[in-house]
């Protein structure tokens, strides 16, 4: 763990693993709404809507797969102070999110047809909601300093605590919308997964992982570029 | 006897290397007296000293233990007086002395040294007024009446005779002679003319190293 | 031991000095509860059924009003560089300080609520549960709301930043704290949800000081 | 021909599908756009560095 501290090895790896992930992400996206769009039946029930659980349910995924390692990135700032790290955690909340407000405006599509309304109090919606202000919450804290270092510490502890906090919110969430449950609601997964629904389903997840690994490395390598830049003109000035 | 020594410390403020590669060596009964430009990095290395600023390398040791071992003795150990006085506007003198005074296991009891601290300061006659009608001096006098209240060995002083007049500044300077005298330890920054030969340390030749520094790391801290 | 006592004593004796600041938030607790029915209109019936929401929406945000500032005066006078260079471990400061804070502002708004109850037209079976809940879950908000404070020091957006952190983090406490209310209007027996928020309050205590700790170590650094 | 629009008709829930699935590709491909540009503009200003400070290649290498 601690050979990736130094700025320049971990910007090698980066670049390494950078192609491996963008190629990933363009087959299998490109499969996957292959799959999605033509090559997979209409639900008996939903008709053609379900087509948008392919897009929808992958972005939930990864709303919650980048808050975790956001938070797993910002322990690892704050155990061992590695600066490194923090920048992983710093480049990947706009990319959670983007999939965060991806996973409820897909919702919400998803929702219209079915219930007649924009905006369903599912739980799991409400949740990703919560979400979604934890995120923006990191963010403005993030650079709400002037002083960097001070930020990212600072959103580091936020994202420990808020990622401490979400099991809890999803407890009381579901709770919640059991207690308020309206009798005709469907749950928003919709039908059991058939499996000629599974392959696009896997293959859209792998492919929005894979994205994800894409854009983090050039959002991580323009953040130590441009603090690489910050150093040196300090230094000559 | 007690030595505080320090050895290759580097500060780096935001992602600005300050200084590099300090070390001194203060034995009891001495002072040591920060130099060093605006800027150089005199109160880090006291804020460092204190505890509140980690420092982005070399160790701090007492009795060549490494501090950070037992970051809880070195508290008890130390008195710090800073920039800020740290003295509430809303309560009287006596209010906010005893309340630093409760903080320190022992000390709480001890009406002789609390009244020692506010003759020692001339400050008994304010005892009971509230501290925001005090003078900035007045404020700082009730901030180093600390220095007597609450017992500590090693002393780190940023600039403590800022604000203050003569009678203070010789209370002051009376304080710490009773102090080392009693085999206590100063760290100072000061811009005064050195008064008296004591070991040094001059942060303006580590700044420069500092800078060296930066070319081998891309300056990155956390 | 005692310098807990000593961090509450200080604490309690500047918010005596300074009281027009817990009388500020039962004025804002009490405004914004009254704004409820000129929004949704006098019907005692519909007043009846969000009482319990409004009343614990007004605490919450009553409770948020002063949070900001737990830290701040601290922080700026140097008072806070001196906590944490003093011989006390961090944790306790905090907890002092969530402690006096819920003093100061937690107990005033369960003092009031059942006032708001009667505006609001809440059945009387409800009151006994809304104080309950009240004094379970004031102090799960001072405490999670230490960290909030602790972690906006010396940032520019202050009061408003602390709203965006901390909200998300007290929405299971409004959640169970209206719902031990409506279980005990509904003559179903309102212990669960009350032990859930005791639960809460238990783990915020447990688990808020250190966050709250490291935030107010990095920001004295 | 109306195979073609048939299909686009996604069984008449065309306004549900078709925008959940561009607002997807628009968000992702302008993450992606962003991304890239800014990696461009800290290339940029790291090889303007080294143009005006004669520092070594080893040293603004992106």
């Not at chain 1, 629904?197 to 896997?202: D, F, K, S």
């Not at chain 3, 009240?134 to 404070?149: D, E, K, N, Q, R």
């Not at chain 3, 940032?155 to 709203?163: E, H, N, T, V, W």
């Amino acid at each position: 763990m601690h050979r990736f501290a130094n700025p320049t090895r971990f910007v090698a790896l980066v670049r390494a693993v950078q192609p491996w992930a963008a190629g990933i992400a363009l087959v299998t996206l490109a499969a996957g709404l292959w799959f999605s769009l033509i090559a997979s039946p209409a639900d008996y029930q939903q008709g053609e809507t379900v087509r948008i659980m392919y897009v929808h349910v992958p972005a939930a995924w990864m709303a919650m797969f980048c808050y975790s390692s956001m938070a797993g990135a910002s322990a690892v700032t704050l155990v061992w102070r590695h600066a490194v790290a923090h920048v992983v955690a710093r480049a990947t909340a706009p990319i959670g999110a983007s999939f965060t407000f991806l996973a409820l405006a897909t919702g919400s599509l998803w929702g219209k047809p079915m219930w007649g309304t924009w905006w369903v109090w599912d739980a799991r919606l409400t949740s990703v909601l919560i979400l979604l202000f934890l995120y923006l919450g990191y963010m403005a804290i993030e650079n709400a300093f002037d002083d960097r270092a001070r930020g990212s510490r600072a959103a580091a502890i936020l994202a420990i605590v808020g990622a401490v906090n979400v099991p809890i919110i999803k407890f009381s969430v579901d709770w919640w919308n059991t207690l308020h449950q309206p009798a005709s609601v469907v749950r928003l997964d919709g039908p059991a997964i058939h499996p000629s629904m599974l392959t696009p389903l896997v293959l859209m997840a792998v492919g929005y992982t894979a994205l994800y690994l894409w854009i983090l490395a050039l959002r991580v390598r323009a953040d130590i570029n441009m603090s690489k830049v910050r150093a040196l003109t300090l230094r000559g000035a | 006897m007690a030595v505080f020594s320090g050895t290759d410390l580097r500060c780096v403020r935001g992602e600005r290397p300050v200084f590099d590669g300090v070390s001194f060596r203060l034995n009891s009964g001495a002072v040591l007296e920060l130099r060093g430009a605006n800027g150089t990095g005199k109160s880090s290395l006291l804020r460092m000293m204190t505890g509140l600023l980690p420092s982005a390398g070399g160790t701090l040791s007492w009795n060549d233990e490494p501090i950070a071992a037992d970051a809880d003795a070195h508290r008890t150990r130390i008195n710090y007086i800073g920039h800020l006085d740290g003295v509430k506007g809303m309560l009287s003198v006596a209010e906010n002395l005893r309340f630093w005074m409760s903080l320190r296991a022992g000390a709480e009891a001890d009406e002789e040294r609390y009244h020692m601290a506010l003759a020692t300061f001339g400050i008994e006659a304010l005892a009971d007024t509230p501290a925001r009608y005090l003078s900035a001096g007045q404020r700082r006098r009730v901030a180093l009446a600390r220095l007597v209240a609450c017992p500590a060995s090693l002393w780190l002083l940023d600039e403590p005779a800022t604000a203050l007049d003569t009678a203070a500044a010789a209370a002051l300077d009376h304080t710490m002679g009773s102090h080392l005298g009693a085999g206590g330890m100063v760290v100072m920054s000061t811009h005064e003319p050195a008064r008296h030969p004591t070991p040094r340390v001059d942060l303006n030749d580590y700044a420069r190293r500092a800078r060296g520094a930066v070319r081998t790391a891309a300056g990155m801290t956390a | 031991m005692n310098s807990f006592s000593a961090l509450i004593a200080r604490d309690l004796r500047l918010a005596c000095r300074q009281a027009s600041d817990s009388l500020t938030v039962l004025a804002f607790f009490i405004l914004v509860t009254v704004l409820f029915p000129l929004a949704v209109g006098p019907e005692p019936g519909i007043l009846a059924r969000i009482g319990a929401g409004v009343v614990w929406v007004a605490a919450l945000l009553a409770a948020m009003l002063s949070m900001d500032r737990m830290f701040q005066s601290d922080y700026d006078d140097g008072t806070l560089e001196l906590l944490v260079a003093a011989p006390i471990p961090l944790e306790i400061v905090v907890l002092a300080k969530a402690s006096a804070h819920w003093l100061t502002t937690g107990v005033p708004l369960i003092a009031a609520a059942p006032l708001m109850g009667v505006l609001l037209n809440l059945e009387p079976e409800g009151y006994g549960a809304l104080l309950l809940a009240l004094a379970l879950g004031t102090p799960s908000l001072s405490l999670i709301g230490a960290v909030g404070a602790a972690l906006i020091l010396g940032s520019r957006r202050g009061g408003a930043l602390l709203s965006l952190l901390i909200l998300p983090l007290f929405v299971p406490v409004l959640i169970f704290g209206v719902a031990a209310v409506e279980a005990s209007l509904t003559d179903v027996s309102a212990r669960p949800q009350l032990l859930i928020l005791a639960a809460l309050a238990l783990a915020a205590l447990a688990l808020t000081p250190w966050p709250a700790a490291a935030a107010l170590r990095q920001a004295v650094e | 021909m109306d195979m073609i629009r048939d299909y686009f008709a996604m069984g008449g829930y065309a306004s549900f599908v078709w925008p959940a699935f561009g607002l997807s590709a628009v968000v992702v491909v302008a993450l992606l756009v962003v991304s890239l540009r800014n990696l461009r503009l800290s290339e940029a200003a790291l090889a303007e560095l080294r143009h005006v400070t004669l520092l070594s290649e080893e040293e603004t290498h992106p």
